[in-house]
């Protein structure tokens, strides 16, 4: 698959898991954490004294950098083979606008080694400015679902059915890939800006996403007559790809750079040491 690489080598215990729990959604694990964002509020409110950045376009670098520096949260098991994406992409499904009834588009974005939360959010806007101007809904993914959407169940069904399959075997046509969500690194959901708090949400046996991340709304709290910053997020992953050291490790990164945001301006590749 031109996407990504199998993986060879994988420890016993991850081959026989797959084995196991053959479908993604057997092994999702959740995690709920709330982490201190007060450094990160305090950086992004002082940036936006010169830079039209929001707390969407920071933490999707965050989500960037810890992706390029854990590896393995990049991986997927298809047909009960694990592989690494070969590019990391951050998507999200992004509404028109903000009305109950509104079109929904699905966005996949590509996280590049020399990207930073500047580059990154301009990306974001560009993208969000061309679909509500527009009111584009893309190609590929996201025209293909509104071609199926109105087709009878007589067809419609046999159809997604022979999708799924070509799915697992990975043989899928490139523009059915393209602006899915279901073919990216992770999938990120904002719902804080709704004012709720982070939930679980389920990832698909359908494409090749293993991690989906919903963030929380931001809440502030007083300590000691100091003013605190705490953020729910929920995380939903695929236990396969990886043990719980690892991704307790990898939520140990994220608060990290949650306290030193001004790693947010370097390159999401560089390598991030953490003191033990």
Not at 131 to 148: E, F, M, P, Q, Y
């Amino acid at each position: 698959m031109p996407q990504a690489k199998r993986c060879k080598n994988i420890n016993g215990l991850n081959q026989i898991m797959i084995d196991i729990k053959p479908k993604r959604s057997l092994g999702e694990v959740y995690i709920d954490q709330e982490m201190d964002v007060t450094n990160f509020v305090n950086y992004i409110k002082k940036l936006k004294e010169t830079e039209k950045i929001t707390y969407f376009h920071a933490f999707s670098t965050m989500v960037g950098k810890v992706l390029y520096n854990r590896p393995l949260l990049n991986r997927y098991i298809s047909n009960r083979h694990m592989y690494e994406h070969n590019d990391v992409t951050i998507s999200y499904v992004m509404k028109v606008s903000f009305e109950d009834l509104s079109k929904e588009v699905m966005v996949v974005m590509p996280i590049l080694e020399d990207d930073n939360i500047f580059s990154i959010s301009k990306k974001i806007k560009e993208k969000v400015e061309n679909v509500r101007s527009k009111n584009d809904s893309g190609i590929g993914a996201n025209n293909a679902i509104n071609i199926l959407s109105k087709l009878p169940n007589i067809l419609r069904v046999p159809i997604v059915g022979l999708l799924k399959l070509f799915d697992k075997y990975q043989i899928l046509p490139s523009s059915l890939i393209k602006d899915n969500i279901y073919y990216s690194s992770i999938i990120i959901s904002d719902i804080g800006s709704l004012h709720c708090d982070g939930i679980y949400h389920n990832i698909t046996d359908f494409g090749t996403c293993s991690s989906l991340i919903t963030i929380g709304e931001i809440k502030e709290v007083k300590e000691n007559n100091k003013t605190k910053y705490y953020c729910d997020f929920g995380i939903t992953m695929d236990e396969r790809i990886a043990d719980g050291f690892y991704f307790i490790k990898s939520i140990h990164l994220m608060q990290h750079i949650l306290d030193n945001p001004e790693l947010l301006e370097d390159k999401v590749s560089n390598l991030i040491e953490i003191e033990k």
